[in-house]
């Protein structure tokens, strides 16, 4: 099927061929169908002309806007007209503006971005003519650019935080090497300490032995015994800090565990004059499990809690008290241990579980900064976390959290 040919109507003027001048109103015709929103205005800046398009971006007829004594400042969001006034006023003088946004309001109660450009217009003699305004819709570039900037923002965004992730993983892998190269250096020394130390307590007890029990400073034997415990305790956690001894798990009670290190701790508590309370009430019963057991590897879960419980002590005050408190779910043993002591300074709160790092250094005997160490490398051996709240002079906040269920090849 072929289109019907249409002719010209006998009344229509003839179309311009190419090279003819072409009549007035061609170009009347040309800029009433112009997509975009023209005027023509007088050089005082008064309106001579509007074509259609207004109406698809105002709202208002180009008859109305024809009739205004303030056009176009009406159909211009009441922010932006002060600031267009002012443009009006150099169109008037003979300047030349393109893209500038403004947002036009229109007569339904929406609005819509527009860029506005201008330009001065003379005759072939060059006398002034007015000016030209072209007026066109950028809305949805508007809202492109707006998504775009979102984007950029949300991307900026992410750049931090990756950057922050690596910063922390670089400051984790840092730490990990100072660990690394401690522990080899912890473990060498233990090694080394312990055989002489064997031979100085054998030594003591053959001296003990042969010398009568009223001798002279007969009582400071107890006094070296004790101090070699000491440092055989010392050397056990720096050797400890690198090769923690990875024992089997078991399934066990954690309830009595935890009535295990209260009992082992109730020493250092009577001489502080410091209560222990035990809080078991949040512990669960899943498949397999009793409320209270887990599957773990009990002695070194037992030597965290003792060394939380005894730093716990130790920070608080003649009449205070330590609380223990446990709680199961169906993966989860948590395990918090809270004092009412003096608490941690925020600048060391990030130090706590440094090696060599400590803040008892006002008690002799004390402060080798190994406990929390040994405590933090045996948590994350049983793949947990350890974590600590405190606010200086009202108390810290220790919390472990474990799996319930330790896989004996983990």
Not at 291 to 314: M, S, Y
Not at 404 to 410: H, I, P, V
């Amino acid at each position: 099927m072929t289109l019907k040919e249409t002719k010209p109507h006998p009344l229509d003027p003839p179309l311009p061929r190419r090279g003819q001048l072409i009549p007035a109103e061609y170009f009347r015709a040309i800029a009433d169908c112009t997509y975009d929103w023209e005027a023509w205005h007088d050089a005082q800046g008064e309106l001579l002309w509007v074509n259609p398009a207004v109406e698809r971006f105002t709202g208002y007829s180009a008859a109305e806007c024809l009739q205004m004594d303030d056009y176009p400042l009406p159909l211009f969001d009441p922010q932006d007209q002060a600031r267009l006034a002012g443009y009006l006023k150099e169109m008037a003088e003979g300047s030349t503006g393109n893209h500038i946004e403004f947002k036009v309001a229109r007569r339904d109660g929406a609005s819509r971005w527009v860029a506005v450009s201008w330009q001065p217009m003379t005759d072939q003699a060059g006398r002034s003519l007015g000016f030209r305004v072209s007026i066109r819709d950028i809305e949805d570039r508007r809202a492109m650019r707006e998504q775009l900037r979102l984007h950029n923002e949300h991307l900026e965004q992410l750049v931090q935080e990756r950057t922050a992730q690596v910063a922390e993983l670089e400051k984790h892998r840092a730490k990990m090497q100072q660990l690394a190269a401690l522990g080899e250096l912890a473990a060498g020394v233990a090694h080394e300490i312990n055989n002489p130390l064997a031979g100085i307590r054998n030594a003591l007890l053959l001296i003990k032995r042969r010398l009568p029990a009223d001798i002279g400073h007969a009582d400071k034997f107890e006094m070296i015994d004790r101090e070699i415990d000491r440092i055989s305790g010392i050397t056990h956690q720096m050797y400890q800090l690198y090769r923690p001894s990875r024992q089997a798990a078991t399934q066990f009670s954690i309830r009595r565990t935890i009535e295990v290190v209260v009992s082992l701790a109730r020493p250092l508590a009577r001489k502080m004059n410091v209560a222990t309370k035990v809080d078991c009430a949040g512990l669960q019963a899943v498949a397999g499990l009793a409320p209270d057991e887990v599957v773990l590897r009990e002695g070194e879960l037992k030597q965290v809690l003792l060394n939380l419980v005894h730093n716990a002590i130790q920070a608080s005050q003649p009449g205070q008290s330590v609380v223990i408190n446990a709680e199961t779910d169906a993966d989860w043993l948590t395990v918090t241990v809270t004092d009412q002591g003096c608490g941690i300074a925020d600048e060391h709160i990030d130090q706590i579980f440094d090696p060599f790092f400590s803040t008892k250094t006002e008690t002799v005997g004390q402060g080798m900064g190994l406990g929390l160490s040994v405590t933090h490398s045996l948590a994350e051996a049983m793949k947990g976390t350890i974590d600590v709240v405190s606010t200086p002079g009202q108390g810290s906040r220790f919390r472990v959290r474990l799996p319930r269920r330790l896989d004996g090849k983990t």
